[in-house]
């Protein structure tokens, strides 16, 4: 497989989840309770971890799956080769410079971060925008909109200037 599958393909594939795992399971979709798991296992002593962990030790056996069925179709698709949609010298450079390993501190503090941060807005952008919105939840609906409009503003306004 030398590219993703199209957006008319895996968006259902993606809405079709959604209502799975709230039938058959009675789960809501988000994969940023197995923070607060991790968080409970590793840190119990700090109130926000001190909870009663059986509930949410679904979430993380669904972070391991997706982790371990991402590796499995990589090997059965022989690898997946990035795309890159716009090949300008600025996106290449982009490219090549973010993901050096001397990069390695910051992905990791801000994966904490950001973790924690969706955590404390009670889900992270995939439950908000895929489960909340579905719902008709208001604080998903504004949630969602805040992403774009700060994804917006990094895209245009940030990342330009900084490499």
């Known amino acids: 497989m030398n590219s993703p599958l199209p957006w008319f393909i895996a968006g259902p ?9 709230l039938f058959l399971r009675e789960k809501q979709f988000g994969i940023s309770s197995s923070y607060r798991f991790m968080g409970g296992v590793l840190l119990p002593k700090i109130k926000y971890f001190n909870y009663n962990k059986d509930a949410d030790r679904w979430q993380l056996q669904f972070a391991i799956g997706l982790i371990l ?20 010298e600025d996106y290449q450079k982009i490219a090549l410079n973010i ?6 501190f910051q992905f990791f503090i801000g994966g904490i971060l950001v973790g924690f941060g969706a955590r404390y807005a009670n889900g992270c952008t995939a439950g908000h925008c895929i489960m909340g ?7 998903s609906i504004l949630a969602t909109i805040a992403f774009f409009i700060g994804g917006l503003i990094g895209s245009f306004f940030i990342n330009p200037y900084i490499f």
Do not use: C, E, H, R
């Open 13 to 21: 594939l993606i809405g079709l989840i959604v209502p799975a795992l």
């Open 133 to 139: 919105v579905s719902q008709f939840a208001f604080s």
């Open 69 to 88: 069925s991402g590796l499995v179709a990589g090997q059965f698709f022989n690898g997946f080769d990035a795309v890159i949609v716009d090949p300008t």
């Open 99 to 104: 993901y050096d390993i001397k990069n390695a």
